[in-house]
């Protein structure tokens, strides 16, 4: 017995020996995103990471972590999904990629054929009909205020070259994105490179008046969004949104009315509706696409992240038969040249593949709305906490806005890191959060279990106590 447990404090100092090997290596020559680099790895702790196994991350010192955000909001069904990995597998040994211009294959045909199948329809309105590939978030957003601004152009039109965009809105990093974005962090630095968009107030019900509900909230949000439409509906063309959850601004949510009523509002005025479901899309939300909880379809439809289930980087944007039949032309100049080499990469057209073949065999819409009634019910215990200004939901996201006292006016003083001491003291016990500045929330891979939720809900808990009392001592 004794030499057992001789021997199983050797195993665990020596997993963490590899894990510290692998964290120099790493520091000496990798750059992350979305870090401050001069944070590692003492205020900010780097997880070498050895495999995936469902919702977990098994560390190379052999610790679990549960990814309760699913690895920046792409994974769906747990991380190493073997119907994902064998249909990478078997495309790897047919075709790993070819050229998509002028040539075409099956992977691409047929995903564009299915995405087109499920996407948000309108009775009334003709249906998004063609599918445009690129390799990331970002970049299909790129492709989508593209299209739009050119379309325009390709019609003679030369004033509609702005963008209509929500505060509080993320569309990805690139600089098109980053010029339709409104978040201050990854902004405002870059300002001056960035091309004028137009920003609409957000619907966003976290925003309430006293005595406001959501649905006003929207209805308001969408008056001044009408405003702005009639001063400058000449100037734009295109308005960018994500439906239902803004999500990195900070997981805020608005009734589905808004979308309902911007839809009535771009065709009033002749404004392309651009959904960005990049985050929202493939079911986080509640329903196939957010889109549908409007009973809206978008002109332009941006889709990455949960397209692979989380295996490969793609984006699709779908449009309209009217969008492409406006770059039909003669000249070279009117087409949509944009391309990426890797544009419809068949790998990752697999793993879309496989991973709508998941939903429709596992029947996930109907088995997350069980998931999400248990979060719903592990979340309520957070709406009396003293630290905990706003519990909010839609689907299979949940989140938690901590503030002083909980009351929405006094926001933690940011220095005082209270999301980031939350994320250190969540990661000591085995959960990976990684919250938008003082906002935790739950994201989990679908396969989550009862189990799971239970350690994400205590641990939520233990980080936040954690983390106030650290900072009140720092
Ligand atoms: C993540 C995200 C993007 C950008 O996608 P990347 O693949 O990270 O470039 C765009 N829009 C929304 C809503 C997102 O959440």
């Known amino acids: 017995m004794q030499k057992k447990t001789h021997d199983a404090a050797m195993l665990a100092e020596a997993a963490t020996a590899e894990a510290d090997r692998w964290r120099s290596r790493d520091l000496a020559v990798l750059w992350h995103p979305c870090t401050q680099m001069r944070e590692h790895p003492h205020t900010l702790p780097l997880l070498p990471i050895e495999r995936g196994e469902g919702p977990w991350l098994i560390g190379r010192d052999g610790r679990r972590y549960l990814d309760a955000i699913s690895s920046w909001w792409t994974n769906l069904f747990g991380h190493a999904e073997p119907r994902i990995a064998a249909a990478i597998a078997r495309q790897a040994t047919t075709l790993e990629h070819v050229i998509l211009a002028g040539c075409s294959h099956a992977p691409a045909v047929e995903l ?13 309105r003709e249906p998004l009909a063609k599918v445009f590939y690129a390799d990331n978030g970002s970049a299909g957003v790129e492709v989508a205020l593209k299209m739009a601004f050119h379309w325009f152009r390709n019609r003679g039109v030369e004033g509609r070259t702005k963008f209509i965009a929500l505060e ?14 409104d978040i201050p962090l990854y902004r405002r630095v870059y300002a001056p490179l960035l091309a004028e968009a137009l920003f609409a ?45 803004q999500c990195a601004g900070g997981m805020r949510m608005h009734d589905p009315l808004y979308l309902k009523l911007v839809r009535q509002l771009c065709d009033a005025h002749g404004v392309f509706l651009i959904c960005d479901e990049i985050a929202v899309g493939f079911g986080r939300t509640g329903t196939l696409f957010a889109s549908e909880q409007s009973g809206v379809q978008p002109d332009l439809l941006c889709l990455s992240k949960g397209l692979t289930g989380g295996a490969l980087p793609l984006a699709a944007v779908l449009a309209t038969q009217s969008i492409y039949d406006g770059f039909l032309d003669d000249s070279r100049e009117k087409a949509f040249l944009h391309s990426h080499s890797y544009t419809g990469n068949p790998l990752a057209c ?10 429709a065999s596992d029947d996930v819409i109907a088995r997350n709305r069980t998931t999400a009634a248990r979060m719903a019910g592990l979340a309520a215990a957070f709406a009396d ?6 519990v909010r939901q839609a689907g299979m996201i949940v989140a938690f806005e901590l503030t002083r006292g909980g009351d929405k006016r006094t926001p933690f003083n940011p220095d005082a890191r209270i999301g980031l001491r939350a994320y250190r003291a969540a990661l ?44 009140a001592c720092a």
């Open 112 to 124: 564009a054929e299915r995405l087109l199948a499920i996407a948000p329809r309108e009775v009334d």
């Open 201 to 245: 107030p957000s619907p966003d019900a976290y925003l309430c008046e006293p005595g406001e509900t959501p649905a006003q909230r929207a209805q308001r949000a969408a008056d001044a969004l009408r405003d702005l439409l009639e001063r400058h509906a000449d100037e734009v063309c295109a308005l960018i949104l994500e439906p239902r959850v």
């Open 428 to 471: 000591e016990r085995g959960v990976l959060l990684r919250p938008l500045g003082d906002v935790l929330y739950w994201m989990p891979p679908y396969c989550v279990d009862d189990d799971a939720l239970q350690l994400l809900a205590s641990t939520t808990h233990a980080a936040i106590d954690h983390a106030i009392k650290e900072a």
């Open 350 to 359: 697999a793993a879309a593949l496989a991973t709508l073949g998941i939903f």
């Open 168 to 181: 509080g809105g993320y569309h990805g990093e690139t600089l098109g994105a980053l010029a339709v974005g």
């Open 385 to 390: 906490h003293p630290q905990v200004a706003d």
